[in-house]
């Protein structure tokens, strides 16, 4: 029988080629394997350092500059640097492929801004499994072995109240617009800021409202805080969609010039408000330091300096020194100020 | 005397050398290079890799294989995938037992392979115009099943299933389920009546009619063996990810059309066989693999493997040409003696 023959040619044929071409990986989870803490250490941790960079999607400037950032620490170490990732954000498991094929590579680290905290977790956990550390900066997931994180509680409200200290110089009336009432990571910020603070007696914070990250709910309650408070000097917007609605309303009113605007936002959306005065200086993180931090960190991993415990402590190039914190994460430190000198040079946002 | 082109070679010479077997030496050829050339490749990770991520396309083939034989098509199969996937998550988190789930997101999926069929043997719409439009539907009610949550957590139990492979094999304990669905794709297409009418439908559907081949049914069954087995893989996809969303399985119609296709089906119909369908998906995916382990970028795979089908589509038909203006010639000679 013809296809009864063209079958077996092709199972056999098949068959035979991928079991007479295959060696066996020590990573390969199988039915009777489980035992991942062994194989960790078959990792090729001496030679060079092969890492790959996956991005949540390439031609992102944001990006760009996060693997910048990996390059330059990566010439300081001598390790190689493979940027790869899919062409759209948002699908949650497109880089399973990524990381698998870096799996079958055998790369000593993966760098990697998730796309979803759970969806990876399968390629990311057989990937270790063969010895590959893998280090998340910028977007975690909830399996890794190390997590470079952009923003620290204390480091953002410390950045924010230098930006007030020195835009309202040292005295005046000051009001808050956040995003939503019920906002973690903003409300955590506005906490360590109000007791950064009490130390200054003579700023004296009028309100905190909430624009719900909503654009015109934002710009609406800018207008309302330039009605009800007519001697305020700044607004401390610390979320990138409040920071922006607020320097638009600003720069449209009257008070252009008199209030000020700081916060966080991102370079690209506040330039053209830098350039018109309605704000000094505002923060964020530097992408590039932590592409930089990430491959530091990533060394000190295969060295061996650290195993992302809670207190290990390692040296990374011109930002100097860095400890783990709880959970595996290694907080960047405080935010990155952006103002007229430097903003050229970070083209995103 | 009549010339039977398609009789006057021997049979190891029509078992060995005909459109499938081509694809198959071309998946062995290609195996071989990369196992060779491509550092990294010849491992079992590899072979895990490839048959974990292409398990969908590769059950998907099977019955996008004979509704194609038919004449027909069906590109909603990628939605009915994510839409599986959706209603999975949907109902396990509103606390319907997880084992019900699956079953019922699988026979959500033969109801709308069901649906599928009936529009178009019913009602007499073109496939393509159908499957389009339950393809947007299909999409439309995933991505509204879940809105934009991601449901994880699933059993650990179900979810480690597609994670087990057969010893150091490399090979998904899975596999041993599609080589079964295969073996029945086989019988079915290739030993049974039921299987010369969907030859016979995609031939020439009133011949087909008129030698008692019941045209609507064949290909409802077929729709709704789509339809289930899009179901299957939906439910395989939230297993192997462990996550679902509405968006699982987009593109996956393409990738399954295209392997058909590649393995030797007609789009016209009538011509065709399961192994080229199920060699299709393998070169797709072991080109894709090694390519991606070369370095080679998404887009540049994406190239690559539309490349490959043209080349397939146009090889076809240039052998055909040839081969008719030899049995013409033949023919000519015949006549004149």
């Known amino acids: 029988m013809k296809l009864t023959k063209a079958i077996a040619a092709l199972a056999a044929a098949s068959l ?18 489980g035992d991942t803490s062994t194989a960790a250490s078959g990792g090729s941790s001496s030679g060079a350092l092969n890492i790959t960079m996956l991005p949540k999607n390439l031609g992102n400037p944001y990006f760009d500059q996060s693997t910048a950032g990996a390059e330059e620490a990566a010439g300081e170490i001598g390790a190689t640097i493979t940027q790869v990732g899919p062409t ?54 909830s399996c890794r072995d190390l997590f470079i994180n952009q923003v620290s509680v204390d480091g953002v409200a410390q950045s924010l109240f230098e930006m007030i200290e020195d835009q309202t110089g040292g005295s005046g009336e000051i009001a808050i617009l956040s995003a939503g ?3 973690t990571n903003q409300n955590a910020w506005i906490d360590a800021l109000k007791k950064l603070l009490e130390t200054k007696p003579d700023i004296k914070l009028d309100d905190v409202v909430y624009g719900d990250d909503a654009d015109q709910k934002s710009f609406d309650e800018t207008k309302g ?83 992302g415990a809670e207190g290990d402590k390692f040296t990374a190039g011109r930002l100097g020194d860095y400890t783990v914190g709880a959970n595996g994460e290694v907080p960047l430190g405080p935010a990155f100020k952006f103002n007229a000198s430097n903003i050229d040079q970070f083209p995103w946002g | 005397m009549n010339y039977y082109p398609d009789h006057a070679r021997p049979l190891w010479r029509r078992a060995l050398v005909n459109r499938e077997m081509a694809i198959v030496y071309l998946l062995v050829a290609t195996v071989a290079f990369s196992c060779l050339t491509v550092d990294n490749f010849a491992q079992s990770i590899t072979v895990y890799n490839i048959l974990r991520n292409y398990f969908s396309a590769l059950i998907l083939a099977l019955p996008m294989c004979l509704v194609m034989i038919t004449g027909d098509i ?36 033969a109801l709308g392979g069901l649906l599928n069929g009936l529009l178009v043997t019913r009602v007499g719409l073109p496939s393509l115009a159908v499957t389009l439009g339950t393809m947007a539907l299909f999409r439309g009610l995933a991505v509204g099943a879940l809105g934009t949550t991601t449901v994880t957590k699933f059993p650990e139990f179900w ?21 079964v669905l295969m073996a029945a794709f086989i019988w079915l297409l290739h030993f049974t009546a039921f299987g010369r009418g969907v030859y016979a439908i995609g031939l020439n559907s009133q011949a087909a009619a008129f030698s008692g081949v019941d045209s609507a049914r064949t290909r409802t069954v077929l729709f709704v063996l789509a339809g289930t087995l899009s179901g299957v893989g939906g439910v395989y996809w939230t297993l192997l990810r462990g996550v679902a969303r509405g968006d699982t399985g987009s593109g996956l119609e393409l990738q399954v059309i295209a392997a058909v296709v590649l393995g030797g089906v007609s789009v016209f119909g009538g011509v065709g066989a399961v192994y080229g369908c199920v060699a299709g998906v393998l070169l797709i995916g072991v080109l894709a693999n090694a390519l991606q382990v070369v370095g080679v970028t998404a887009d540049i795979i994406k190239i690559i493997t539309g ?26 000679s015949a006549q004149t003696e």
Do not use: H
Request: glycine share 10%.
């Open chain 1, 16 to 33: 035979a080629l991928i079991a007479g071409c295959t060696t066996p990986t020590e990573g390969t989870p199988s039915s009777s394997a």
């Open chain 1, 88 to 141: 759209t954000e948002g699908v949650a498991d497109s880089q399973v492929e990524f990381i698998e094929a870096a799996t079958q590579q055998g790369v000593t680290a993966i760098e990697l801004s998730a796309n979803d905290k759970d969806a990876l977790c399968d390629s990311v956990k057989a990937a270790q499994a063969k010895g590959i550390k893998v280090v998340t900066f910028d977007s975690d997931t």
């Open chain 1, 181 to 183: 009432a019920n906002a």
């Open chain 1, 225 to 307: 805080l330039l009605s009800k408070y007519p001697d305020l000097k700044l607004i401390v917007a610390p979320t990138t969609v409040g920071i922006t609605a607020a320097a638009r309303y600003v720069s449209s009113s009257d008070k252009k010039g008199k209030v000020l605007v700081t916060g966080l936002g991102t370079p690209g959306s506040m330039k053209p408000y830098l350039a018109d005065g309605t704000t000094k200086e505002f923060a964020l993180w530097n992408p590039k330091d932590l592409g930089y931090l990430t491959t530091y960190a990533v060394k000190a991993l295969v060295d061996g300096t650290i195993t």
């Open chain 2, 74 to 109: 069906d590109i909603s199969v990628g939605s009915m995938v994510g839409l599986s996937c959706s209603l999975l998550g949907l109902m396990y988190i509103s606390g319907v037992p997880f084992e019900l789930a699956m079953v019922v997101a699988i026979g959500v999926g």
């Open chain 2, 159 to 179: 979810t480690a299933i597609p994670k087990y492979a057969i010893g150091e094999t490399g090979v998904p304990v899975v596999m041993v389920f599609f080589a």
């Open chain 2, 307 to 332: 490349g490959l089908l043209i080349a397939s589509v146009m090889a076809g038909s240039l052998i055909a040409w040839t081969k008719n203006r030899r049995v013409g010639a033949k023919a000519a």
